[in-house]
C-alpha cells in the first residue's frame, strides 16, 4: 500500500510555469513506476508522463513532450512534473500514480494507486 499527495498547483497565466509535487508513503516508493495524469471536465482522465523506478526511462503524451518534465527523488520519496510553456488547453486537475504492473506504462489501467488530485489552471 502506498499513499500519494499532490501539490503544486494552481493559477498560471499562458506561458508560465509550474512544478508539480507528489509525496509518497508507506511501502517502498523505489520499487513503484510513476505516472502523472490530468483529467479535465466531461473527459477522461489521459496520460501525461510516467517514469521508471530507478528514472532512467521516461515517456510523454505527444501534447506534452518538449514542454513538461517528469523526475524523482527516491531519497525523499518523491516525484515532480516541470511544466513550462503551459498553454490553456493544459488546465486540468492533475492526479498521481504509482504502478507494480507495467514499467512505464500509459494506461491508467495499469496503476494502483491514486492521489487526490490538483488543480491546474491556465489562463489566456
Known amino acids: 500500500q502506498v499513499q500519494l499527495v499532490e501539490s503544486g498547483g494552481g493559477l498560471v497565466q499562458a506561458g508560465g510555469s509550474l512544478r508539480l509535487s507528489c509525496a509518497a508513503s508507506?511501502?517502498?516508493?523505489?520499487?513503484?513506476?510513476m505516472g502523472w495524469f490530468r483529467q479535465s471536465p466531461g473527459k477522461e482522465r489521459e496520460f501525461v508522463a510516467t517514469?521508471?523506478?530507478?528514472?532512467?526511462?521516461?515517456r510523454y503524451a505527444d501534447s506534452v513532450k518538449g514542454r513538461f518534465t517528469i523526475s524523482r527523488d527516491n531519497a525523499k520519496n518523491t516525484v515532480y512534473l516541470q511544466m513550462n510553456q503551459l498553454k490553456p488547453e493544459d488546465t486540468a486537475v492533475y492526479y498521481c500514480?504509482?504502478?507494480?504492473?507495467?514499467?512505464?506504462?500509459?494506461?491508467?489501467?495499469?496503476?494502483?494507486?491514486w492521489g487526490q488530485g490538483t488543480q491546474v489552471t491556465v489562463s489566456s
Open positions: 500514480a504509482a504502478s507494480q504492473r507495467l514499467p512505464t506504462s500509459t494506461s491508467k489501467n495499469d496503476y494502483n494507486y
Open positions: 508507506g511501502r517502498t516508493f523505489s520499487i513503484y513506476s
Open positions: 517514469i521508471s523506478r530507478g528514472g532512467a526511462g521516461t
